[in-house]
């Protein structure tokens, strides 16, 4: 596959995550200001994790069900079997590794602004049929 | 910036996360198998965070620092400061988003079989210049 090529691009202020006026990307969150929430998913027993189409779309599902704004969405299909794909936001990411044999997917959300990445749980729980989802919530750059 | 594409690769065998025997993948940490080492780290009152030469350098030289192997990468620049970036690794990922006006970066970098994500803690303090650096460590997967 040889070097990985960068992919950049430079984003409209309008889909920017740091605006003139941070405060308006900043979270409170129970009270707590911080520049983020990132959500630590672990979907169990869950079904479709060998299907990058059906992981795609519940990517994006879980972008639009955020409110979130989609810059970047990269999937790779691995053999024999797992998927690994990242959606770059801006309001930062969406990131899944799934482990098919094992019907395991290791799951993270991190959104700052308005976003609300909570949303996102039902999507997962509903696209991948879990049987168990566990959540954590870290709330990032809280003492910045 | 319409939808954005998706981008897709097959993986050679070679480079998947998730081969027929799985338990070389697995990590043994303190004694606890798990799906992967998955590190939250806070970067504080560090430099160079609207670089993004220095944060893809950065970024590669922690895939390098970890033994990891990079399949993508992706950065974005926005207005009028911060980056956010994505390594997509056989391991799993590297992620970073940075706030220049307050000096703060949010990273996690989330590493499976046998990359060390650790390594990379002292690559990231020295590049960004980093007076204060938070790691906190999840094992994901515990009990698949």
Same mark, same amino acid.
């Given at each position: 596959?040889?070097?990985?090529? /960068?992919?950049?691009?430079?984003?409209?202020? &309008?889909?920017?995550?740091?605006? &003139?006026?941070?405060?308006?990307?900043?979270?409170?969150?129970?009270?707590?200001?911080?520049?983020?929430?990132?959500?630590?998913? =672990?979907? @169990?027993?869950?079904?479709?994790? =060998?299907?990058?189409? !059906?992981?795609?779309?519940?990517?994006?599902?879980?972008?639009?069900? *955020?409110?979130? /704004?989609? !810059? @970047?969405?990269? !999937?790779?299909?691995?053999?024999?079997?797992?998927?690994?794909?990242?959606?770059?936001? &801006?309001?930062? @990411?969406?990131?899944?590794?799934?482990?098919?044999?094992? =019907?395991?997917?290791?799951?993270?959300?991190?959104?700052?602004?308005?976003? /609300?990445?909570?949303?996102?749980?039902?999507? !997962?729980?509903? *696209?991948?049929?879990?049987?168990?989802?566990?959540?954590?919530?870290?709330?990032?750059?809280?003492? /910045?």
């Amino acid at each position: 596959m040889g070097t990985p090529g /960068t992919d950049r691009k430079k984003a409209k202020p &309008a889909v920017s995550p740091v605006i &003139a006026d941070r405060n308006d990307h900043f979270v409170v969150r129970n009270g707590v200001r911080c520049a983020g929430v990132h959500l630590i998913v =672990d979907v @169990h027993q869950a079904h479709g994790l =060998d299907d990058i189409d !059906l992981i795609e779309t519940t990517l994006r599902r879980c972008v639009d069900a *955020a409110g979130a /704004t989609l !810059l @970047h969405i990269h !999937l790779h299909h691995f053999q024999p079997n797992g998927v690994s794909g990242v959606a770059v936001l &801006a309001e930062s @990411h969406i990131s899944i590794h799934t482990w098919p044999d094992i =019907d395991y997917a290791a799951l993270d959300l991190f959104m700052c602004g308005r976003a /609300t990445p909570d949303v996102c749980i039902p999507v !997962l729980r509903k *696209a991948f049929k879990a049987k168990r989802v566990e959540v954590n919530e870290i709330l990032r750059g809280r003492d /910045t």
